[in-house]
């Protein structure tokens, strides 16, 4: 099973890049990373994971409020299905969205592109 998180500094940003599959077993490392990052702004980049089981949003959550009671800003940089997830599960709703490698925010792509309602 291929993961790996490695970490890196941009001034006061920290950027966590995730690659592989995010289930049970990488979770603790994943969680462990997230607990001894420092600077104002954490980037998740969840943009190479190939599968994120919808079990361990709770690490983001945790780190997300980790950050807030830090008075430090969080953000997860995903693309594809884990957007997908990100975005089902209204995460993106509570926390800064960034897709893919162009940075962009995820809100302001939903603004251009809305998703037609449809009854229930």
Same mark, same amino acid.
């Given at each position: 099973?291929?993961?790996? !998180? $490695?970490?890196?500094?941009?001034? +006061?940003?920290?950027?966590? $890049? !995730?690659?592989?599959?995010?289930?049970?077993?990488?979770?603790?490392?994943?969680?462990?990373?997230?607990?001894?990052?420092?600077? +104002?702004?954490?980037? =998740? &980049?969840? $943009? &190479? =994971?190939?599968?994120?089981?919808?079990?361990?949003?709770?690490?983001?959550?945790?780190?997300?409020?980790?950050? !807030?009671?830090?008075?430090?800003?969080?953000?997860?940089?995903? =693309?594809?299905?884990?957007? &997908?997830?990100?975005?089902? $599960?209204?995460?993106?709703?509570?926390?800064? !969205?960034? +897709?893919?490698?162009?940075?962009?925010?995820?809100?302001?792509?939903?603004?251009?592109?809305?998703?037609?309602?449809?009854? =229930?």
């Amino acid at each position: 099973m291929l993961f790996n !998180v $490695s970490e890196r500094r941009e001034g +006061d940003q920290t950027v966590l $890049s !995730v690659l592989g599959d995010v289930d049970l077993a990488t979770l603790p490392e994943l969680a462990g990373r997230i607990a001894r990052t420092h600077g +104002d702004l954490l980037v =998740v &980049d969840l $943009s &190479d =994971v190939d599968y994120f089981d919808p079990l361990c949003l709770g690490v983001l959550i945790a780190g997300h409020l980790r950050c !807030v009671r830090a008075d430090r800003r969080f953000a997860i940089r995903c =693309v594809g299905r884990t957007r &997908d997830l990100i975005h089902e $599960s209204g995460l993106d709703q509570i926390m800064t !969205v960034l +897709d893919g490698a162009d940075g962009t925010d995820g809100a302001e792509r939903e603004a251009e592109n809305p998703t037609p309602e449809t009854d =229930v």
